[in-house]
């Protein structure tokens, strides 16, 4: 989101620029000053702007779309001062706008916003100057060590994150919907041919592409912290499964996908908020599911990550025992031999000067021990590395018996972000308040 001072310093270019033309008698014109955060209590977000029909003192209705479609309306009725009647060319005292957000950030996140102002005496209904320049809040920006870091959780992810932009760098991978940093669950043991997915199907396609995923809860109730709630798409559509053209991961050859709809009736619940205990580099995500109906057994990714793995080749397991970080192609960086583990993750950049790393208590050594006849107590880390896709990937799963409904699983994830040897120092700052 633009600062304010630019926003005012457009606003008032274009107040200069629109009072400088020579308008037609009635000719519908105004601006769009942008998008602010108003107030720490609903509602927050509000588009702002003034609107007239050149030449008339009275106020006129405005119309927001997100796109090609309507979201709401107004009267343009706010006090307006001297210089927007000049551009006005009346002496009319009421033309500026104020516009609440909220109740539509969960259909329309990170779309474009376009006002037009209606004609009061049915002509041309125009796009105001600024129409499309701005967008839905769809995320935040946090100071992180000195520097911004903006999350968002693009408009077609499905409320999963598409983007962390920090110092330069992206971390996030939002190649299809199946990446970047999101929540996942497989049931009845059939993998990826019963697989909810927060980001959307297989068939979603491109990020270009709208997601499967609806999004029916959307909020930014503080400036570091953002929450959404979906029902979350199947990774593969009725007919699809481990058979050409898809050859989904479903565990035997063959089988279709169990789903007989596109949307499952799950509920995903998130929130993400940045900075927990005074550590500004930790990213706190509070995640939830929803099972609705009886299974035979749950894999439940609470929190999983893709990351471009020419920026961060490099994966490191962190031994909790003695705050030390190992890559993985050290033998004492992972005892089961195996990319399940139950060390927190690392991923890094080459020269260390960007890191990512994800830590749960509930999966570390001291509460999920390995036995080696019956595997991990609650779950595990996983890391993988796809060369071929470019990606490398993190984890962290929680796998559960026979579930009956209806019923809830809750976790809480933490990742941190700054340089390699940052993350490993905020590691065991956060291991010892939650060891």
């Known amino acids: ?85 000049n551009a006005c060319g009346s002496t009319g005292t009421a033309y500026r706008f104020s516009i609440a957000l909220d109740d539509f950030l969960p259909q329309n996140f990170g779309q474009p916003i376009y006002v037009y102002g209606l004609s009061p005496n049915g002509g041309s209904n125009n796009p105001l100057y600024n129409a499309g320049a701005f967008t839905f809040p769809d995320g935040i920006t946090v100071n992180v060590c000195g520097d911004p870091m903006r999350i968002r959780t693009g408009p077609t992810m499905g409320g999963g994150i598409s983007s962390i932009f920090w110092r330069g760098k992206e971390f996030v991978n939002s ?38 995923t609806e999004v029916f809860k959307y909020s930014i109730p503080d400036p570091n912290e ?25 565990g035997q050859s063959g089988r279709a996908a169990l789903n007989t709809t596109w949307r499952s009736n799950y509920l995903f619940y998130k929130t993400v908020t940045v900075g927990y205990s005074g550590l500004e580099n930790v990213i706190k995500v ?38 030390t970080a190992h890559t993985v192609d050290d033998p004492g960086a992972y005892p089961y031999g195996q990319t399940f583990i139950n060390r927190p993750l690392i991923l890094a950049s080459e020269n260390g000067d960007y890191a990512l790393g994800i830590y749960n208590q509930q999966l570390n050594e001291a509460h999920n021990p390995f036995n ?8 595990h880390y996983r890391w993988n590395q796809f060369p071929d896709y470019g990606v490398n990937d993190w984890s962290a799963v929680f796998d559960f018996g026979p579930t009956n409904y209806p019923y809830n699983y809750f976790f809480t994830d933490y990742l941190i972000i700054g340089t390699k040897q940052h993350v490993i120092d905020t590691m065991n700052t956060l291991h010892s308040y939650l060891p």
């Open 286 to 323: 509070d995640t939830s599911v929803y099972i609705p109906e009886a299974v035979s057994s749950a894999s439940i990714e609470s929190f999983v990550g893709y990351m471009n793995r020419a920026d961060f080749p490099e994966v490191l397991t962190f031994d909790v025992t003695n705050g």
């Open 372 to 379: 080696p006849n019956a595997g991990f107590l609650v779950g």
């Open 175 to 212: 190649d299809d919907h199946g990446r970047n940093f999101q929540m996942a669950a497989q049931f009845n043991g059939v993998y990826e041919c019963y697989n909810p997915t927060e980001g959307g199907s297989l068939s979603d396609g491109g990020p270009a592409n709208m997601s499967t």
């Open 226 to 250: 953002f929450f959404t709630g979906s029902y979350p798409a199947f990774w593969l559509r009725p007919g699809e499964g481990d058979f050409p053209p898809v050859n989904g991961n479903c």
């Open 1 to 85: 989101m633009p600062s304010c001072s630019i926003v005012r310093f457009v606003a008032v270019l274009s107040m200069l620029l629109i009072s400088s033309v020579l308008y037609a008698q009635n000719t519908v014109i105004g601006v769009i000053d942008g998008v602010y955060r108003v107030s720490e209590i609903y509602p927050r977000y509000r588009v702002s702007g003034w609107a007239c029909a050149y030449g008339l003192p009275d106020s006129i209705a405005v119309h927001v779309w997100a796109g090609g479609h309507f979201v709401t309306g107004a009267t343009a009725n706010l006090a307006s001062d001297g210089a927007v009647a």
